[in-house]
């Protein structure tokens, strides 16, 4: 099944007042972070996606398509060998980016950017495919700037997720207007194979409670009339002990790729080769 979020598309003028200079992932640098445990989350968490990236390669030119204010680029620049670059609609975030941490990253769409033909080794979007207005011609362009060895890495929301069947209209994967498209394992498949990428891997690899969170927060607004009572189950949830309590929960939905968000690592093949 692909989900189409909205049922007309807003244009790219449109859109952007739903990104704020406060925007959730629009992030500072993680040694600017107050707190010393969000910091080592955020850590952590970057650290599981440089990993993911090193076990396919250990080297090459990594774009990451979305940056916002670039703290995955700055963390996978820590590791040799890695060349990277970012591409962000937000001229906050990116200018963010530039300054802050002396990245290189374009302010714009992927297209506008113009990369070179087989300039990239791997390609991630983290959170990002399902914002993009157009994510057939995306992947086409994707295609485009990819080595003939290059790897597309994807984290998205997952249709076919646990979360999805709990929480239904509340579900953090349905977040409008920011989200446009919603996509099933078959359906993100067939998309990809069109587009002249084999997918080769799923992971759950990261985001299962923050996700979870977030959709039971949306239910809590929406159904319960006590602002107390609302306040109090919200901060009951992101209790660091509720989130310890929930680990075989978590496990268990990402072995069984269930979770919100599933990672999917393709390789790019010839279109000649598609059927």
């Not at 703290?71 to 980016?97: C, L, N, T």
């Not at 290059?150 to 249709?159: A, E, H, R, V, Y």
């Not at 194979?193 to 299962?208: E, I, N």
């Amino acid at each position: 099944m692909w989900a189409r979020v909205s049922e007309s598309c807003p244009t790219r003028e449109e859109i952007a007042q739903y990104y704020p200079e406060e925007y959730d992932q629009f992030n500072p640098a993680v040694e600017n972070e107050p707190s010393l445990i969000a910091r080592w989350d955020r850590r952590y968490g970057l650290r599981k996606r440089c990993r993911a990236i090193l076990d396919f390669k250990s080297a090459g030119r990594l774009l990451d398509i979305g940056c916002a204010t670039g703290d995955f680029i700055h963390a996978m620049q820590r590791y040799h060998g890695w060349e990277v670059y970012g591409v962000e609609i937000s001229p906050i975030a990116a200018r963010y980016a530039r300054e802050h941490l002396g990245l290189e990253v374009v302010t714009g769409t992927l297209e506008e950017a113009r990369w070179p033909v087989d300039f990239f080794d791997v390609v991630t979007l983290w959170n990002v495919f399902e914002h993009l207005l157009d994510p057939r011609e995306s992947l086409r362009e994707i295609h485009r700037i990819l080595k003939g060895n290059g790897l597309l890495i994807m984290n998205t929301p997952n249709l076919d997720s646990f979360d999805a069947k709990l929480f239904g209209r509340y579900w953090i994967g349905f977040e409008l207007p920011r989200h446009l498209y919603i996509f099933s394992e078959n359906t993100l498949t067939r998309l990809l194979a069109d587009t002249g990428f084999r997918m080769v891997k799923r992971r759950c690899l990261y985001g299962s409670h923050a996700a979870l969170a977030s959709s039971f927060r949306f239910w809590v607004r929406a159904n319960l009339d006590s602002p107390t009572l609302r306040r109090m189950m919200e901060e009951l949830l992101f209790l660091r002990i509720v989130r310890l309590l929930a680990v075989p929960y978590f496990f268990t939905m990402d072995r069984l790729l269930k979770s919100t968000a599933v990672t999917v690592f393709c390789e790019k093949i010839c279109l000649r080769s598609v059927k």
